[in-house]
């Protein structure tokens, strides 16, 4: 990190110091080390909130499963652990272990929720351990974490900054007192890209449907909304502050004309339903929109591109993200999806089946390259 120009900082836990000693870290890295939250040579305390806040990225490496499982939970029992909880930067850690350490229920768990806090993993690797086993448990190479690095700070650079409105989820229209009419939408899709906008340093609104908010991050502005007719207010309400909007919420497109007061009794063998339409709430922006970057969905079961392009048209969006329901491993409620973006200029790519993490970085590659 030296060699490429970058300012680094040094925190060792106390058993880190059994390993390596302060003299090596601080010549490499060109400042003095911090290990204590006292500094009995100065008399002075470190600062911890400072370097917290100091850095741009902060990189664990070796994680530890002792270590791992104390981020997991909240311990602040040594400065590591202590400027870990006062950061506010994007945290990268690199588990390193023995293989059955690593893979034991309780440090498989604990890595899950540090990712679900946010925090980048740089996944272990295979190989020779240090108790002779051979297996997963190394810690990532050192160039593949500058390589990691690096693309955090180009990815980073012309989204940082900018606020940007997303939608997610379903809506639900009610009926009366105790039903509704809603869809199968997770609102993983946009979970998943408000998360990494805000990874990269936006600032983001996601306007939720009738859906959990677990996993949304805590730099996430997130206002929750039931109707159609809500996220059309939502949303119209914070647009025009933003530089961008990408709405991927499956908003219904029809509401019960009217809505009893009281539970509908089962009177009669039939029952129709009278349904007026919604508002469009990405056409309601779209015919708004002056600088700001549109960014719309579709899903469809036929006629995808046909259908996708008229959308991108009607709607006046600068991109479309069109997942079709034929698609294996596509679609509500799956952690995965498959889609093909199609610009304004006609410009097509189609992407593999991959976790929503990784459909959303591609979207907003794309969005960034707007900004
Ligand atoms: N959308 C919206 N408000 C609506 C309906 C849709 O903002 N009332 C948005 C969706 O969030 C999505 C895009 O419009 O970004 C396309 O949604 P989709 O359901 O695929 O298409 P519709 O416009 O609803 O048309 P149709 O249902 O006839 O395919």
Redesign the pocket.
């Given at each position: 990190m030296i060699k490429n120009g970058a300012e680094v900082q040094v925190i060792c836990t106390p058993s880190a110091l059994d390993f390596v000693t302060p003299l090596t870290l601080s010549t490499l890295s060109k400042n003095a080390i911090h290990s204590h939250f006292f500094v009995e040579e100065t008399g002075q305390w470190t600062n911890h909130v400072e370097l917290g806040k100091w850095a741009d990225a902060f990189i664990i490496a070796p994680a530890t499963a002792n270590s791992l499982t104390k981020m997991a939970h909240g311990y602040c029992d040594n400065l590591l652990l202590a400027t870990y909880l006062s950061a506010d930067c994007p945290v990268f850690f690199a588990p390193a272990m023995d293989l059955d350490m690593y893979l034991h229920p309780t440090t498989v768990k604990n890595i899950h929720t540090l990712k679900s806090y946010g925090n980048i993993e740089l996944p272990a690797g295979d190989g020779e351990l240090a108790s002779g086993l051979v297996g997963k448990g190394r810690m990532c190479e050192p160039e593949a974490i500058l390589t990691r690095l690096n693309k955090l700070f180009v990815d980073s650079r012309s989204i940082s900054g900018k606020r940007i409105l997303v939608?997610a989820g379903p809506t639900y229209e009610k009926l009366d007192p105790v039903r509704f009419i809603g869809n199968y939408s997770s609102g993983k899709m946009g979970k998943a890209i408000a998360n990494a906008l805000a990874q990269r340093g936006a600032t983001v609104d996601l306007v939720l449907g009738p859906v959990s908010s677990e996993g949304v991050l805590p730099a996430v502005n997130l206002i929750k909304i039931e109707s159609?007719e809500d996220?059309y207010e939502a949303c119209n309400a914070i647009f025009d502050q933003c530089d961008a909007a990408i709405?991927?919420?499956?908003?219904?497109?029809y509401k019960p004309n009217t809505q009893a007061n009281q539970k509908i009794k089962k009177k009669t063998n039939d029952f129709t339903l009278h349904l007026v339409k919604?508002?469009?709430?990405?056409?309601s922006l779209g015919l708004r929109k002056n600088k700001q970057i549109l960014v719309?969905?579709?899903?469809?079961t036929q006629n995808e591109y046909e259908?996708a392009l008229t959308?991108l048209e009607k709607?006046n969006l600068d991109f479309i993200v069109l997942n079709s329901m034929n698609d294996k491993g596509a679609g509500f409620g799956k952690d995965t999806n498959k889609v093909t973006i199609i610009e304004k200029n006609g410009k097509k790519h189609t992407f593999e089946t991959k976790p929503k993490t990784e459909v959303a970085r591609d979207i907003i590659n794309l969005l960034s390259t707007y900004l």
């Open positions: 939608n159609a996220m709405l991927s919420a499956a908003v219904a497109d919604t508002k469009d709430v990405l056409k719309g969905f579709a899903l469809e259908n959308k709607k």
